[in-house]
């Protein structure tokens, strides 16, 4: 008999702000590839059905699954490991596995927090959840799957890394049909989806590389325009968002991707982040006429110092240029920028936050602090000067200072992202340049940051 599978996306902690997207793609994945291979599977979003703990233990306990799978992010990582406790005893038979970007790192830490929790899987999942469901189907022993951490003959073992996908074509499209996208939608009606995998840079906070290697690997053009197309007829939605960090490494791909949506005729609305050194005009034009209507960018600083300290391989003239070729092809440019990464000053804050004032006077995507994520080299280096002063995972939601240093203290940092908010949205040319152009969406937006703006408030432009 074939194992039952039920999926959980833990919810955010109370307060929270959580972006759906990457719960839905990395679950979704998964769920597609059981399918495919003709398992059961189910999925229990807490966060989409706002479940409580007890809601859960009711959910879970109906259901009676013979693998519990939950994903987690640094955010989500406690919720998680509750989850996984509740999941044990409501189904004292059930094998239990957590993957994601938080416990790739956290692996021999996350099982010795955790008794009730039987694998991690790390990095990609895909096939090593397969196969850990295809070990429990055939009746064998999961302890030496590639890919995983578990606990052997009484001590953590760390199984050695599985190679990553090479061709992603050969994945199938997330299985969205198991969530409750009428709930879905009562977040925004957007769908979101990926055109690749890895990253070719080593930015200091990002853990987008050692999650999914130093290599760019993407989708076919086809491929994706054969998803969106999907997307569009099945479900009726025209807006979409891809949430690769870096969408044009690869102009070529991008191009003929715009092509395809162009021949088939798809009349649908998207955006995309890219990086301020991997644009063109003729790109960008190319892009508008596909449907693209906006590009966030990961500007991060005003000042090359702070930007150079982060190896984020850019410079303040190329976010300019980059910025001001967006708004000539007629796209909006959303920056956004971290605060308080080692370094930073109260001038180099304020440097900052003017220069996103000029460079993008009509809209600014976030305002995030210098978060120290597990798998980071920021992590490693506020470990080791001692400035890490929050270890409470459910604190590390991008707007929660988490660490404090000889030139910006925890308290400066919030006090800072708040008056940035307050600074962009309250000058007088915001509101001038808006109602002439009758961006009433904007200016709404603008009055409801500042009018619940605590200092924990994030502007939900953009999944990540």
């Known amino acids: 008999m074939k194992p ?65 799978g939950l994903t987690s992010t640094t955010l ?35 099982l010795s927090e955790c008794p009730e929790l039987d694998i991690v899987v790390r990095r990609e999942g895909e096939n090593t959840f397969l196969e850990i469901v295809q070990r429990i189907k055939a009746g064998k022993n999961y302890h030496d799957v590639v890919g995983t951490t578990c606990r052997k003959n009484g001590k953590i073992a760390r199984n ?13 499209f997330p299985a969205r049909h198991l969530w409750p ?9 957007i769908l979101y989806l990926a055109m690749s995998r890895g990253c070719v840079f080593w930015c200091e906070f990002c853990a987008t590389v050692r999650m999914h290697g130093r290599k760019y690997r993407m989708r ?55 990086r301020v050194d991997m644009i063109t005009k003729e ?35 190329q976010t300019i240029r980059s910025l001001a070729l967006v708004r000539e092809a007629g796209l909006k440019p959303v920056p956004n920028v971290i605060l308080g990464f080692p370094g930073e000053t109260k001038e180099t804050t304020w440097k900052t936050i003017k220069f996103v004032e000029r460079i993008s006077p009509d809209d600014v995507g976030f305002y995030n602090v210098a978060t120290p994520f597990p798998g980071t080299p920021l992590y490693d280096l506020v470990k080791e000067k001692g400035w ?46 808006n109602f002439r152009k009758r961006s009433f969406w904007t200016l709404s937006t603008a009055l409801t940051i500042l009018t619940h703006l605590k200092g924990s408030l994030q502007l939900k432009l953009r999944p990540n």
């Not at 599985?162 to 994945?171: A, G, K, Q, S, V």
């Not at 979409?240 to 690869?250: E, I, K, N, R």
């Not at 590390?396 to 908010?421: C, G, H, Q, V």
Request: proline content about 5%; aromatic content about 10%.
């Open 388 to 433: 890490l002063k929050v270890t409470d995972f459910d604190k590390y939601d991008t707007t929660t200072p988490i660490f404090e240093t000889p030139w910006l203290s925890m308290n400066e940092l919030e006090k800072l992202r708040e008056a940035a908010f307050h600074h962009f949205y309250l000058r007088p040319g915001y509101f001038v340049n």
């Open 76 to 110: 989500t990582y406690q919720s998680a490991l509750k989850l996984t406790k509740i999941a044990k005893e409501a189904c004292p038979n059930c094998v239990t596995v957590i993957g994601g970007p938080h416990v790739t790192f956290w692996d021999d830490k996350a």
């Open 220 to 274: 076919s053009a086809k491929n994706v325009a054969d998803e969106l197309e999907y997307l569009h007829k099945t479900f009726n939605v025209d807006k979409f968002t891809f949430c690769d960090d870096a969408f044009t490494v690869d102009q070529a791909r991008t191009e003929e991707l715009c092509s395809e949506i162009m021949k088939r005729g798809l009349k649908i609305q998207w955006n995309c982040g890219t």
């Open 283 to 317: 790109l960008l034009l190319k892009m508008k006429e596909a449907g693209c209507i906006s590009v966030w960018f990961g500007v991060e600083s005003g000042t090359q110092q702070v930007l150079d300290s982060m190896h984020k391989g850019i410079s303040t003239e």
């Open 160 to 172: 050695p890394d599985r190679p990553y996908i090479e061709n992603l074509d050969e994945l199938p």
């Open 4 to 68: 039952h599978v039920t999926l959980v996306n833990p919810a955010a902690p109370s307060g929270a702000t959580m972006h759906l997207p990457f719960a839905l793609l990395g679950l979704g994945y998964l769920a597609a590839v059981l399918e495919k291979n003709q398992y059961n599977v189910d999925v229990i979003d807490c966060q989409v059905l706002r479940l409580s703990m007890e809601e859960f233990r009711t959910e879970i306990g109906k259901r009676q699954p013979d693998i519990v």
């Open 181 to 189: 996208l009428e709930r879905l939608r009562e977040y925004e009606d």
